[in-house]
């Protein structure tokens, strides 16, 4: 049975202007797959406990869970929970609280010449790592651009953008550099995929298990 490519648009909540991506991702790929892409275009460093919310389930690594009684991301495929559900939630650094919309946006027809997942488009970059919160990468974005702020200095020898941002810009966004992370996980290659039209919300509908 030929797979198919989920199309999701994330959104990274209570952020102005708004930070948010793009990304196809095979029907078949868990949760976990989907948690380590997230990672990857928002370039997050993926060392802060995570979770799925989906309606009342909570979904994640039990290796880390210490009572919450997670699912197990790794058993559950993004093409089912999509199929049910059109929009879901995933949390990330239970500190800062950052909460990422997560809208289904159809099944799409597979490019041959493409590796999935992949990121296809976004806007705006993404906040430091501990920045603390949405509350904290506000105060962070207006002293950094404010050379009179009290934390200006501060906040410049505390950011650390890599090689490839040294200097924090509000409206950065490389789709390529993106990519080039994203890239750096093995990612196998679809032969073939169908299409369909994209399934309404159904509520009270159970998941699937990966098998």
């Known amino acids: 049975m030929y797979q198919r490519v989920v199309q999701f648009k994330i959104i990274l ?3 102005k202007p708004e930070v948010w991506r793009r990304v196809l991702i095979m029907e078949g790929s868990s949760l976990r797959t989907l948690h380590y892409l ?19 389930d909570e979904f994640s690594d039990p290796e880390f869970d210490t009572g919450q009684g997670w699912l197990d991301d790794s058993k559950f495929k993004v093409g089912k929970v ?15 609280w950052w909460s ?6 159809g099944f799409v027809e597979v490019d041959l010449k493409e590796k999935y997942p992949v990121c296809i488009d976004g806007k705006n970059a993404a906040p430091p790592e501990d920045v603390g919160g949405p509350p904290g990468f506000e105060e962070f974005k207006t002293a950094v651009k404010d050379k009179k702020h009290e934390r200006h200095e501060e906040f410049l020898e505390w950011y650390d953008g890599g090689m490839f941002q040294k200097d924090f810009k509000v409206n950065w966004f490389d789709l390529e550099i993106t990519n080039f992370r994203v890239g750096r996980r093995e990612k196998p290659r679809l032969i073939k995929a169908v299409t369909t039209k994209k399934t309404p919300l159904k509520k009270k509908s159970s998941l699937y298990l990966v098998k």
């Open 100 to 105: 990422h919309k997560i809208i289904f946006e």
């Open 38 to 56: 997230i990672q990857d275009v928002f370039w997050w460093k993926g060392y802060h406990s995570y979770m799925f919310k989906i309606e009342d």
């Open 82 to 96: 999509a199929e049910k559900f059109s929009e879901f939630n995933f949390i990330y650094d239970f500190g800062d």
């Open 13 to 15: 909540e209570n952020t």
